[in-house]
T-cell receptor, first 111, second 109 residues
Framework: NAGVTQTPKFRILKIGQSMTLQCTQD?????MYWYRQDPGMGLKLIYY???????DKGEVPNGYNVSRSTTEDFPLRLELAAPSQTSVYFC??????????FGDGTRLSIL | RKEVEQDPGPFNVPEGATVAFNCTYS??????FFWYRQDCRKEPKLLMS???SGNEDGRFTAQLNRASQYISLLIRDSKLSDSATYLC??????????FGAGTRLTVKP
């Protein structure tokens, strides 16, 4: 089992560019999450999903979009990259009443 | 006020020392509690869940005080490999998890 797979691991974007961060899981978990973590700070929830076809905003959703067309995939889209979105992005999944399991993260720099 | 508050540290302790971290949470609807550890430039990994009766896993002991909305983690006989950031995490019955900013521990020889 691969668990939670995030791609890419690193990316540098120019201001105004768009990109999609991919997250795939093979554990058949219903719940999936996207977090960002700024240096020296805790994780902040961007969006989450409780199952295919259902998504909800977290604490810091502005500037991001998500979709959940399948149980396995939960991509995070940045439409107009801004320097404030420079961060490390973590995808996580979990089963009902279980703690979260995280992917390796995507390090994104916007210059 | 942050929903989950932790002392950021850093805690610098010698090998073999006992160290304790505290965490307070503000949401009384929180139902589940966890400690995660995060190594530098890595993803958070579950260390242990925290149960109302307190629980122990080897050198690690977690305690929960619901009345005071307080969680603790005790590490005995610290190892160099325990050096990491420890994240306190709460979860409410809407499946909403909130992470503390973490407490940094460095164990020195």
């Amino acid at each position: 089992n691969a668990g939670v797979t995030q791609t890419p691991k690193f990316r540098i974007l120019k201001i105004g560019q768009s990109m999609t961060l991919q997250c795939t899981q093979d554990m058949n978990h219903n719940y999936m999450y996207w977090y960002r973590q700024d240096p020296g700070m805790g994780l902040k929830l961007i969006y989450y999903s409780v199952g295919a076809g259902i998504t909800d905003k977290g604490e810091v959703p502005n500037g991001y979009n998500v979709s959940r067309s399948t149980t396995e995939d939960f991509p995070l889209r940045l439409e107009l990259a801004a320097p404030s979105q420079t961060s490390v992005y973590f995808c996580a999944t979990r089963d009902s009443n279980q703690p979260q399991h995280f992917g390796d993260g995507t390090r994104l720099s916007i210059l | 006020r942050k929903e989950v508050e932790q002392d950021p540290g850093p805690f610098n302790v010698p090998e073999g020392a006992t160290v304790a971290f505290n965490c307070t949470y503000s949401n009384s609807a929180s139902q589940s509690f966890f400690w995660y550890r995060q190594d530098c430039r890595k993803e958070p990994k579950l260390l242990m869940s925290v149960y109302s009766s307190g629980n122990e896993d080897g050198r690690f002991t977690a305690q929960l005080n619901r009345a005071s909305q307080y969680i603790s983690l005790l590490i005995r006989d610290s190892k160099l490999s325990d050096s990491a950031t420890y994240l306190c995490v709460t979860q409410n019955n809407n499946n909403d998890m909130r992470f503390g900013a973490g407490t940094r521990l460095t164990v020195k020889p």
